[in-house]
């Protein structure tokens, strides 16, 4: 057992803080594998410069700061370091500081009799809307299918209803992530998506993305063979993030008159300016990684109840390099096993 492990703090350059007892309680032999991790090290020096500018950043959801924190952690992820996050965030071990926003989309967005059916099969991004999020190369839905494995259903837990109940959707995603080094790594999941949603209504998601617990609700803007439309609104704690998504069928070239359609699909609805969408890199021929060179994200379990729609704003947790020294020199005549 571990013994006298204190943390006493995060340094968030605001006042998020870190529950010591919590920790103590629910995360410390987490903390412990994740300190000893020389990546784990790395991220905190990386991430110490994006908290430093996080309140100079002024743009819609703090986008230049997400992308910092996002290329760190992808620059030096390490299952350890997600696990720890992942502990802390999920027994409520830290809090943060709020930050406006909210989710633009409603029930009547949604194209009537839409459902995740309409997603099914092979797509890639084309146009997006966030900035950020929806500004990656590569975005590629590799395949969406109806699975009856009640074992493979179950991965993903919702807080009310508890494990995702077969048939689920099988969804398989990924995209490329920007790296300190340059250049970029595709990151790839998959998630297990609610069978049982009525034709026509919002459709909630839950996983995890590098330790940190999400859930997203989706709307479905328009659907056909050949495109659909998502609007989405993502959450992660007390953060929100806002965006919507073209996704076309592989090769498939949309005509003047689709294009048309789909601008008056979103000044229609939410009033959104499709002209200002981003064009994303797409497709194999176009420099996508071939999907046997890909690395697959880690996931880790959700147990019940341990996720929730928070108030809009949120700093991601890390450690500051200090901290990690000081712990160390504590864990090295502390820890008793």
């Known amino acids: 057992m571990l ?5 006493a ?5 605001g006042s998020a803080q870190m ?3 919590c920790i103590a309680k629910h995360c410390a032999m987490k903390m412990v594998k994740a300190i000893f991790h020389p990546q784990f090290l790395l991220n ?3 991430e110490l410069g994006c908290q430093n500018n996080f309140d100079k950043d002024t743009t819609p959801e703090k986008l230049h700061y997400q992308n910092c924190t996002t290329t760190c952690a992808v620059s030096h992820e390490s ?3 997600d696990a720890f996050l992942a502990c802390a965030m999920n027994n409520f071990c830290v809090d943060f500081p709020p930050i406006p926003g909210h989710c633009p989309y409603k029930p009547e967005h949604i194209k009537k009799g839409s459902s995740l059916a309409s997603a099914q099969g092979e797509w890639w991004q084309q146009r997006g809307k966030n900035a950020l999020w929806d500004c990656y190369d590569c975005q590629h839905v590799h395949s969406m299918y109806m699975s009856n494995d009640t074992d493979f259903c179950a991965k993903t837990i919702f807080p009310e209803k508890g494990p995702v109940k077969a048939p689920c959707w099988a969804y398989t995603y990924s995209y490329d992530l920007y790296l300190t080094s340059g250049g970029t790594k595709t990151f790839q999941q998959t998630w297990q998506l609610p069978g049982d949603i009525p034709d026509g209504e919002r ?3 839950y996983y995890n993305y590098m330790g940190s617990w999400h859930n997203e609700s989706w709307f479905i803007l328009e659907a056909t063979d050949n495109y659909w439309i998502l609007g989405d609104c993502s959450y992660m ?3 929100i993030d806002v965006g919507s998504i073209l996704w076309v069928r592989p090769g498939y070239v949309l005509s003047d008159a689709e294009n048309a359609h789909i601008k008056s699909v979103y000044k229609n609805t939410v009033g959104f300016d499709y002209d200002t969408f981003c064009y994303d890199k797409h497709e194999y021929v176009n420099g996508c990684t071939d999907p046997k060179k890909m690395k697959s994200g880690v996931r880790y379990q959700a147990p019940p109840r ?13 450690m500051h390099p200090d901290m990690i020294k000081a712990e160390l020199a504590k864990l090295g005549s502390q820890v008793v096993v």
């Open 3 to 7: 013994r006298s492990i204190l943390l």
């Open 306 to 318: 341990r996720h929730y729609q928070g108030r809009p704003g949120q700093k991601k947790p890390f």
């Open 19 to 21: 529950d010591v007892g």
């Open 44 to 46: 905190s020096m990386c």
């Open 79 to 81: 299952e350890a370091g």
């Open 9 to 13: 703090s995060l340094v968030l350059c």
């Open 203 to 205: 459709i909630d998601i």
């Open 237 to 239: 704690m007390d953060w």
